[in-house]
């Protein structure tokens, strides 16, 4: 399906551009949420007489999000979970999550604003990416951590889920006998020489 776009999106085309899309993607995407008409000669001369409106209006939205941005570009975010001992999140965390620490923050967004690729799964430090606007976006820190403490290693540089492990490695040694039956328990040989 033809499409001509009310705004840039991503991977698209910007203003104003006529692109062809599939059509589940213009039905069930950029029609609901008016980023685009149908690309048919009513709608063409529609967009021609109202192309300066729209545009304007665009270039509104973009600079509101440029002041917006100065707020929450950079912003680092701490955020304390339950995880395993290798660092593994019992849970994930969601934009959801996200957008209820940054209310706490002080800062007001959308969940649809925040763009995360995968949950977040591990502990460390995640840089997520928030668009403000189709041509406005800007990238906080969210540093996952199971106590504060481990939080500030973090924003330290410190690695805490690798020197995890590697203190856990080093922490016990098992007796290894290769003589020894599959099953057998260990013993002590002295003992077993003077029973």
């Given amino acids: 399906m033809d499409v001509i776009l009310l705004e840039r999106v991503e991977k698209l085309g910007a203003i104003g551009d006529v692109v062809s899309v599939k059509n589940g993607f213009a039905r069930n995407y950029l029609l609901p949420r008016k980023k685009a008409l149908r690309a048919n000669a009513a709608n063409k001369k529609v967009f021609e007489a109202n192309r300066a409106q729209i545009e304007a209006d665009n270039a509104n939205r973009k600079a509101e999000a440029q002041v917006a941005s100065k707020d929450v570009d950079g912003k680092s975010l701490t955020l304390i979970r339950q995880a395993s001992n290798v660092g593994a999140l019992y849970g994930s965390v969601s934009t959801r999550d996200l957008v209820e620490a940054l209310e706490a923050d002080g800062t007001r967004l959308a969940k ?20 403000l606007h189709p041509e406005v976006s800007v990238t906080i820190k969210i540093n996952v951590a199971r106590s504060p403490e481990e939080a500030d290693l973090q ?12 203190r856990e490695e080093s922490g016990f040694t098992e007796d290894y006998d290769p003589n020894a039956e599959p099953g057998e328990i260990a013993t002590d040989r002295e003992d077993e020489a003077q029973g």
């Fill in 112 to 131: 649809s604003q925040i763009v995360l690729d995968r949950p977040i799964k591990n502990i460390g430090l995640h840089e997520v990416k928030v668009q």
């Fill in 155 to 166: 924003a330290q540089g410190v690695d805490v889920a690798a020197s995890m492990f590697e």
